[in-house]
């Protein structure tokens, strides 16, 4: 019977090997699927100045498992190419050496046994699901989630759906569609990577996975989550000054690219009152200069012909109205009340939700 081919792309960097390899090629070799039709490419995305190589310790590591192993690549880098470029080079990889689909594994998780044979049999019964994610539940608090697959607000905030809420709580279907598809642990096609792109690079980090995920969405693919494949993620929320100006740059590079210039005007309103949030949150956590990075980005007109193609090509194959988008889109910011106090989410969300519903009135574009 046929089998599609599965490449796993491990991506990891620094000093992340020694703290998480071991425990994510445990659960490699945990997984039911055949092994003759998987495949671990480790992408060792280089070190910072003042460490050492870890390649020779991920070396050792493959070299003691390799009897229960699949067959194994590694791929050193000779410097860090980003989480966007780490992942392509991998996609690129499985899409040259003949995989059906490559599976992108953060560095700081690992997969349960049945992970991919689950998400694999979803893909295959269903070929409008353009790409699934797993179920990521924390570790080790493996009764609580990370996200059942990740919401998208209006403004293109992004935010991990149920985050630790406990998993016995979810009501969900075995195959379900979600706003986006987490980056964290997402199975995707290698003849869509070939017809419509690999991640975009110019990304960097953050809102890649949210990109893609709309990318396909708009050319009327489904984005899903799959309940009964489970992946444990190490991940620890923290407000970090370095994430702030890709997270926001990035924020605005998906208005440009999927809205609308009518959608666009019409959200300024709500974007300026935002900002002013944004605003008095970036001084208090003096991330200000941060943040005024992120404007003088948009103030150069080089950086929007950055997109400008990108967003050509979306506005010409798109399927999906900006109706559409608006209708799917959440009201609310679920993770805000872990970098703001709950009375101020309280009333942002009131503003958000008021806001929310007349643009479903006024948006028919």
Same mark, same amino acid.
């Given at each position: 019977m046929f089998m599609s081919k599965v490449a796993i792309v491990y991506l990891v960097w620094s000093n992340e090997p020694e703290k998480y390899l071991v425990r994510a090629l445990e659960g490699v070799v945990a997984q039911t699927y055949a092994k003759e039709n998987l495949h671990l490419l480790v992408v060792y995305n280089s070190h910072k100045p003042d460490e050492a190589s870890q390649l020779p310790f991920i070396q050792s590591e493959i070299e003691k498992m390799k009897e229960r192993l699949p067959n194994v690549t590694i791929l050193p880098q000779?410097?860090?190419? !980003?989480?966007?470029?780490?992942?392509?080079? !991998?996609?690129?990889?499985?899409?040259?050496?003949?995989?059906?689909? &490559?599976?992108?594994?953060?560095?700081?998780?690992?997969?349960?046994?049945?992970?991919?044979?689950? #998400? &694999?049999?979803? #893909?295959?019964?269903?070929?409008?699901?353009?790409?699934?994610?797993? #179920? &990521?539940?924390?570790?080790?608090?493996?009764?609580? &989630?990370?996200?059942?697959?990740?919401?998208?607000?209006?403004?293109?905030?992004g935010c991990c759906s149920a985050f630790r809420q406990p998993i016995s709580e979810q009501k969900l279907d075995p195959i379900y569609e979600v706003g986006y598809v987490s980056g964290a642990a997402t199975l995707m096609r290698t003849d869509l990577l070939r017809k419509h792109g690999l991640w975009c690079e110019d990304f960097f980090m953050y809102h890649e996975d949210t990109e893609y995920s709309l990318r396909l969405k708009i050319r009327g693919y489904k984005t899903v989550a799959v309940r009964d494949a489970i992946f444990f993620h190490e991940y620890n929320f923290s407000k970090n000054v370095q994430k702030f100006f890709w997270i926001e740059r990035n924020r605005y590079v998906l208005k440009y690219l999927f809205y609308r210039w009518p959608t666009i005007i019409l959200t300024l309103p709500i974007e300026i009152l935002y900002n002013l949030g944004l605003v008095a949150i970036a001084i208090k956590n003096h991330w200000l200069k941060e943040l005024g990075k992120v404007y003088a980005y948009w103030l150069k007109p080089k950086n929007w012909q950055t997109w400008k193609a990108m967003r050509k090509k979306n506005m010409e194959e798109r399927l999906l109205s900006d109706r559409t988008l608006i209708g799917w889109a959440e009201n609310t910011v679920e993770m805000a009340d872990m970098v703001v106090p709950a009375p101020i989410k309280l009333a942002a969300d009131t503003v958000f939700t008021i806001y929310y519903y007349l643009l479903k009135i006024l948006v028919w574009w």
């Amino acid at each position: 019977m046929f089998m599609s081919k599965v490449a796993i792309v491990y991506l990891v960097w620094s000093n992340e090997p020694e703290k998480y390899l071991v425990r994510a090629l445990e659960g490699v070799v945990a997984q039911t699927y055949a092994k003759e039709n998987l495949h671990l490419l480790v992408v060792y995305n280089s070190h910072k100045p003042d460490e050492a190589s870890q390649l020779p310790f991920i070396q050792s590591e493959i070299e003691k498992m390799k009897e229960r192993l699949p067959n194994v690549t590694i791929l050193p880098q000779e410097k860090n190419i !980003g989480f966007s470029g780490g992942n392509n080079l !991998g996609m690129r990889w499985a899409m040259d050496n003949g995989f059906d689909y &490559v599976f992108l594994h953060n560095a700081d998780g690992y997969l349960d046994g049945r992970a991919i044979e689950e #998400m &694999v049999k979803a #893909m295959d019964n269903d070929e409008k699901i353009g790409q699934a994610q797993a #179920m &990521v539940l924390l570790h080790p608090e493996k009764h609580l &989630v990370n996200t059942t697959g990740n919401s998208l607000h209006y403004l293109n905030i992004g935010c991990c759906s149920a985050f630790r809420q406990p998993i016995s709580e979810q009501k969900l279907d075995p195959i379900y569609e979600v706003g986006y598809v987490s980056g964290a642990a997402t199975l995707m096609r290698t003849d869509l990577l070939r017809k419509h792109g690999l991640w975009c690079e110019d990304f960097f980090m953050y809102h890649e996975d949210t990109e893609y995920s709309l990318r396909l969405k708009i050319r009327g693919y489904k984005t899903v989550a799959v309940r009964d494949a489970i992946f444990f993620h190490e991940y620890n929320f923290s407000k970090n000054v370095q994430k702030f100006f890709w997270i926001e740059r990035n924020r605005y590079v998906l208005k440009y690219l999927f809205y609308r210039w009518p959608t666009i005007i019409l959200t300024l309103p709500i974007e300026i009152l935002y900002n002013l949030g944004l605003v008095a949150i970036a001084i208090k956590n003096h991330w200000l200069k941060e943040l005024g990075k992120v404007y003088a980005y948009w103030l150069k007109p080089k950086n929007w012909q950055t997109w400008k193609a990108m967003r050509k090509k979306n506005m010409e194959e798109r399927l999906l109205s900006d109706r559409t988008l608006i209708g799917w889109a959440e009201n609310t910011v679920e993770m805000a009340d872990m970098v703001v106090p709950a009375p101020i989410k309280l009333a942002a969300d009131t503003v958000f939700t008021i806001y929310y519903y007349l643009l479903k009135i006024l948006v028919w574009w």
